[in-house]
């Protein structure tokens, strides 16, 4: 790891301050390349003249509906069409919606990165699951850093967000200031004196922002984030009360909680075991670069848990979302070596559950029931064990109102969040003809002072499937939906070459569409009609193969619906020998 | 339809109250059939002596993991095996989790069936689908119905729900009564005079309950559910605003609510039109039979809407679940004919995302907010548009304390809500040890008022794919889900009976699996691989066909997964001539 001192390189005329130096021919770009109009996957791009800086490039995991996709990554067409032009990508914090795309993208490309410390170490794993880190040059930065490109200088701010280390950038340019601020609540009260730096929001807006580009999460609810500290102190009243072993679940990236946990334990005289393979790497990396304190002979080996006195224990571990091989899981499943959940023991969710994990969450909570354990989850205010990363209103509108941006591009957020961020940035006094709605792909330009949203670039989704990268598509998608509805049917005639007689079959195979050994009289059916299709066709002097499939196809699909009101895709394999 | 009057069938010695008349062979049994230990599917059963009567047949729908099933049925095997027993099937009320099994339960066992007017309506339009109105005998019961068996009396009494003519149950056993209280919340304001009958249940009470079966929905929830009337004082502030026209969606099923919508719309000079068949349905019978008063001349037709001022119009429509064949999801993307949405219409939604449903919903607010339409939703406090239809913890404390049993089961919910239920059943003081949480297939035996949980019955899910019923099992779903994740390669070669050699093939078709354009050399290397196999296992002098596939499926297998990480479901076809 290098320390952030490439600048130096000759910038022409960036400025501070939204006063226009001069007129220009060059345009200031802000490209929207994944995270608006959804959740996760997040990148965006901001060029000036020939510069081109990324800020983070983030994956998702599919819903259901993507059957078999691993991963979903940005689309980085435009950079790879313009790779001369890309200077950095810069990272604002470690989570995987930030950072889960960067392998994949200097695959592709191979840029510097720019990140703060946990940020580095957690991208720096990534890179060594990929065998990338030797060739990728990583720059240390920090919020006090300048980064200079030829017509871009970057500079930056300290955030608040539910991991440490979180960076606000803003983009010096010859045109103007752009500030993005990456994910970012207030919380003036910050565990491990993770304090936003407002002081430093407030020089920058004194100085003229062009554009502000602030995330949206939660812009939809009202208020202002509580307090990380409050969920601290619901962790030591439960530690407190707790009779026999805790046990305690939270994203392993959670550092500040992950320091109240360690905290608690200690107040109440308990040893603390990490379960699950990213709680201890994650531990491990902030321990290593100082975000943790943990005391020495603090830390006990899973296997030491049962021979202690269940009330001198606790046990932090994954799988607060209810991930089925994560490690809280297997504990409610009685699938973890070593370690038992036993009545009266107390399990913590000390996080919600994210859309779409909710049945997952509640299986593992009727597991725990179920074994006599005392569980506290939810987010009901009296044991309230997790609050928001994400600014709520009032904090967006602080935001705003430190920056006081000309204009403003809500991001990070489905399309309805971006709307109630529109709505909060009015209500601040921006323009509301100077706010830019944008889809990804969407691009803001900028010169003269004066913007527009009139070109798109190539954006969208791109799938990981094992190995492969963007090569399943919407037609493979939809052979796997329809196998996965109603299973399929291959029939197997071979007719002769010479005659274009069945010389063989039909030999029929079904897989996931009925029960074959209940089926015996349906089969026969179908092989009747593929006799008859096959030889109607033959009377008729038909042989082209492609209409003997198409006719099997219909008649089977007419006659298999009618039986069974299932359509499974059916596959006709013509051999002539 | 014909009214109760089965009764004076010469019923033998039930009795009011607690008190044991006489020591008994006999045994009151309560059996959980469907619903708990999960929600929705409901169905449960008492039994004394000789008689088995049947409440709710429920049905429910599956979540993603079973690919391709339509509906969730119960399992109804005790009662197919005791068919000469089973009396009736008594129905609380109208909802598809208490009604959505009964044709397929009345086809296999036709039982007379016992409910409400509003419900009995229901039920009817179900039977006709299933072509069964005319063979099933239909009884019309209300509160102050009794409807004695040989051995077991019922009476039931009024409760409050998100539907209006429920019931809770009361069964009359010489060993004693058991109250099932269907669905409930205590609305003492109710809408249409729904009133819940608390003199009758604390009569009820006061008279000695042996076992209360009791519903559990909202067991995790403290204090008690706000009225259905907050959401009409919601729905009529909203109406007044609106400035264009309203689009209301909401549960067809919530007849109180639509007349709330009704009320709101007369008080604001709207006309109203209905939206969505489910809604035109249930309306025309709830008017029918008197649960709906809409004046004369006050709805509208689908293509009268655009003749009409916006701000004189509003629309009732169904989807609030974000369904995306029903009415709002097409309204919000712009597919339902003579009706569009315009800049500055107000959608409401009065009703929250069932779980699983919320990305449908979030999808169709997109859309709304992407057309500039005003959109309310969820439950914030100052804009309410739904409450719930299930008791919360001190209404459930109340049921409790109004029947006053000596044996508990909670029911209708998943199991940490059952266990939530029965700590507030110790809370209000019945005893610890007779407090059952069963699991479907328990059955509770009572004899000489000492209850024990010893015997399981078969119970389960039935699943219905199509036309088929309990036909698809693990072995199909299994399959699906191969097939939905990696897809499939079928890989047909015909050998010579003779010489055991290739004479035609391998010919490979893959579907799901990769794009097979794009995918030439890995489809030559596949045949590459097959030939191989198959040459050198004739070499080794082994034809049995399952080893040569199972040696391809192999070999494939792990080249497959080498280059693709994908696991295709892989099958060999080898014909022989």
New interface residues.
Partial sequence: MQAAERGACGLRCYKEGGVMLSTTEETLSIFALGGV?EIGKNMYAIQYADDIVVIDCGSKFP??SL??IDLILPDITYLQENKEKVRALVVTHGHEDHIGGIPYLLKQLNLPVYATRLTLGLIEGKLTEHGLLRETELFLIDSESEVEFESIKLTFFKTNHSIPDCLGIVFHTPEGTVVHTGDFKFDLTPVNDQYPDIHKMAKIGSSGVLALLSESTNA?R?GFTPSERLVGEHIEEAFTKARRKVIISTFASNVNRVQQVVDAAIKTNRKLALLGRSMVNVVSIALEQGYLNIPDGMLIEAHEINQMDPEKVAILCTGSQGEPMAALSRLSSGNYRQVDILPEDTIIFAASPI??N??NV?RI??NL??LGAH?IY?T?SSTRMHVSGHAYQEELKLMLTLMKPKYFIPIHG???ML?HHSLLAESVGVQKENIFIVSNGDVVDIQNQAARQTRRIPAGNVYV????IG???N???R???Q??????I?I?I?LSKSEGKI???P?T?S?????AR?SDELFKEINQRVITTVNNLQEANIHRWNIVKKEIKQTLGQFLYS????RP?I?P?I???
């Fill in positions: 109009n819903d259901e059957l078999g939809e009202s859309p779409g909710e049945r509640s909570i009727d029931f179920l569980v939810g009901g489905e399309f309805r709307h499937d094992g190995l492969g090569d399943v598509g037609i493979i998608l052979d796997r939906k196998l996965s509805e109603d299973g399929m291959v197997v071979t010389i063989s079959g030999d195979i897989r996931g569409f009925v029960y209940d039986h069974t009101k299932r895709m596959l394999i051999i002539e020998i």
